[in-house]
């Protein structure tokens, strides 16, 4: 890892908003890609999030880290190339009793970025109103995202939801968040993306029509 993305996990890590904001536009001046920065910075809120459950860190540190990730993201040049307007390819929200929703806007903002409509349902999304959504956009990508364990039993019902509204067939099921294989397998999802890039390149995939694959990035190690 370069020095200055291990100097950004560490800020971040810290909490140091200050610190973190130079070093990230120190990076995009020198040209480092916006992913890369974003990847940066998530494994500092993962260290974040490790803390807080060592109880080192408290719920207030949780929602500092969210804040320097929002600002992180007022920096990037991203929001500028979001595309509104277009045609829901891809339905997608958190799922419900969840509020985890920075990763979900992330993916959300950059497949627009690409071109591609998005049905953003926020967060805490009964089964219903996905099957809902589905129905009213005719979209046939449906992202589920979930950072809870409890989250999982939600992704399950969701999708039965989906099968028993007759479209599970016509409809592929993208999971991310805290997810995994034994996540994917136990939910019943076609894909399981860890990080917006291979969830952006799945749905693109799904949607130029490439077929069934399963697909998994890291192990997140949660169950
Ligand atoms: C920030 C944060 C919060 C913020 C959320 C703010 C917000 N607006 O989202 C606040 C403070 C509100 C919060 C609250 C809580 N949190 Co919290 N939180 C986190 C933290 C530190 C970072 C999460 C994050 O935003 N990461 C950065 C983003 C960019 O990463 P990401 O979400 O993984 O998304 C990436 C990919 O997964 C992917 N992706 C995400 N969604 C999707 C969807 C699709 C379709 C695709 C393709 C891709 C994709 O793309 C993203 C970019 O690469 C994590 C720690 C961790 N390890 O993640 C804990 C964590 C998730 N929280 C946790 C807990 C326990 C809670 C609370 C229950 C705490 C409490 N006692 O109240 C509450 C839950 C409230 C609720 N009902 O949801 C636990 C969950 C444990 C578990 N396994 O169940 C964690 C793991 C911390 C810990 N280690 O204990 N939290």
């Known amino acids: 890892m370069a020095k200055t993305q291990t100097m950004l996990v560490t800020a971040v890590q810290k909490l140091d ?10 990076s995009l001046q020198r040209g480092v890609s916006p992913l890369d920065i974003i990847d940066g910075v998530r494994q500092g809120m993962e260290r974040v999030g490790a803390l807080y459950e060592q109880e080192r860190y408290y719920i207030a540190d949780l929602i500092m880290a969210s804040l320097i990730f929002q600002r992180v993201l007022a920096i990037m040049p991203i929001a500028a190339r979001c595309k509104p307007g277009l045609k829901p390819q891809v339905v997608m929200g958190t799922v419900a009793g969840d509020i985890h929703d920075i990763g979900k806007n992330l993916t ?6 690409k071109g591609v409509g998005v049905a953003d349902l926020g967060v805490d999304v009964s089964p219903q109103e996905f099957l809902n959504a589905l129905q009213e956009t005719g979209a046939k990508v449906l992202g589920l995202s979930g950072l809870l364990t409890s989250s999982y039993d939600v992704m399950r019902q969701t999708i039965k939801a989906v099968a028993g509204g007759g479209l599970r067939d016509s409809v592929q099921v993208v999971i991310g968040g805290l997810v995994n294989e034994n996540v994917l397998r136990y939910v019943g999802a076609d894909y399981c993306a ?7 390149e799945v749905c693109r995939q799904i949607l130029n029509a490439a077929g069934k694959r399963p697909y998994t990035e890291k192990a997140a190690g949660v169950i």
């Not at 959300?108 to 970025?113: F, P, R, V």
């Not at 860890?194 to 952006?200: P, Q, R, Y």
């Open 17 to 26: 908003e200050e610190k973190v904001a130079r070093l990230v536009r120190m």
């Open 108 to 113: 959300a903002g950059l497949l627009m970025a």
């Open 194 to 200: 860890a990080d917006c890039a291979g969830g952006i």
